[in-house]
């Protein structure tokens, strides 16, 4: 017999027909339908396991990520100071645009703009108000969290004489690249960022050794295409309001409001909605199927019975 759950327990527990039958999320990928059924399915798994943990740990892990983050504007700039006029400077410069991602995704911190595939998907697979509300707890707790490491990733790197002068500016040019959009080009780059993003989470689970490849692989594209990143770009910008550059209204737009909105279009409204219909369907036909045969069972069984009688 199971103990019974606290009342703030059971407020935290995820909504889900395997919790309503007291089994677990099956992940084999000879049961299920499909191979992408069984990745499907593991990124629930985890999803359902980030929507429950506790909301001071998920925050502390998002501060811990934001300051992370800081890592990639601090190899970006340096690489951008010792690679000058070197032929494919830009390549190895951007490759620093992974340092980041690389402490974050490997330590298990909280990351937004993976959350916003890995925690969704099971609320898409059923959408109640419960869920939804773990959904916008998780998003907020990581966002803050996201955001306060951030900007004391930042001002560290604006107020304490770690970096030299040629350094700084590099970091300067970075940032001011990032504010040289608008924000209908904000909103637009970062829902392709949010995309790729969503895109390397969902290969994690086929990854295995080759999990540390995937992050820079995924990550140094958006680096290349100079894609707007809520949490990475927070770091860039926030330099500059610390610098004195640009206030913080220029911060919240055209940065911060459309960067943030383009990222979860991209890994939650499209890239999480498309993936979760066709494992859907995939889910929907096996269950038939299922159905189907052990309703001919059950007559066997039945034609069987008559027989001996």
């Known amino acids: 017999m199971k103990p019974a759950q606290s009342e703030e327990q059971s407020e935290k527990d995820v909504d889900s027909e395997e919790k309503e039958q007291g089994t677990e999320i099956e992940v084999d990928e000879e049961v299920l339908p499909s ?34 983050m800081g890592a990639s504007l601090m190899a ?29 995704i490997m330590a298990r911190q909280q990351l937004f703009t993976e959350n916003t595939v890995t925690a969704v998907l099971p609320v898409m697979h059923k959408p109640t108000l419960g869920n939804l509300g773990l959904l916008l707890r998780l998003w907020g707790f990581v966002l803050l969290g996201n955001l306060i490491g951030t900007a004391l990733a930042a001002l560290a790197f604006d107020a304490m004489p770690v ?32 995309w790729i993003i969503a895109t390397m989470v969902w290969m994690f689970p086929a990854s295995g050794a080759a999990k540390l490849f995937v992050i820079i692989m995924m990550t140094w594209l958006v680096g290349l295409g100079d894609l707007a990143h809520i949490v ?26 459309p960067t ?50």
């Open 163 to 194: 970096f030299d002068e040629a350094t700084r500016q590099a970091f300067t040019a970075i940032s001011e690249k990032v504010m040289e959009r608008n924000a209908g080009e904000m909103f637009a780059n970062a829902v392709i960022s949010g």
């Open 76 to 104: 970006k700039g340096i690489f951008q100071v010792h690679l000058a006029g070197l032929p494919g400077a830009f390549l190895l410069e951007n490759l620093g645009y992974s340092f980041g991602f690389i402490i974050v």
């Open 260 to 309: 943030l909105l383009g990222n979860i279009t991209g890994g939650t409204l499209i890239f999480a909605l498309i993936s979760h219909a066709q494992i859907r369907n995939d889910m929907s036909e096996a269950a038939k199927a299922k159905m189907r045969a052990d309703a001919k069972k059950a007559q066997k069984d039945e034609k069987a019975d008559q027989s001996d009688a």
């Open 232 to 257: 990475v770009g927070s770091v860039e910008v926030l330099y500059l309001v610390f610098s004195g550059a640009i206030s913080w209204h220029e911060f919240i737009w055209p940065f911060a409001l």
């Open 35 to 68: 191979r992408a059924a069984a990745i499907h399915e593991e990124i629930r798994q985890d999803g359902e396991k980030e929507l429950e943990r506790d909301g001071m740990a998920l925050l502390w892990s998002a501060i811990a990520a934001g300051l992370s």
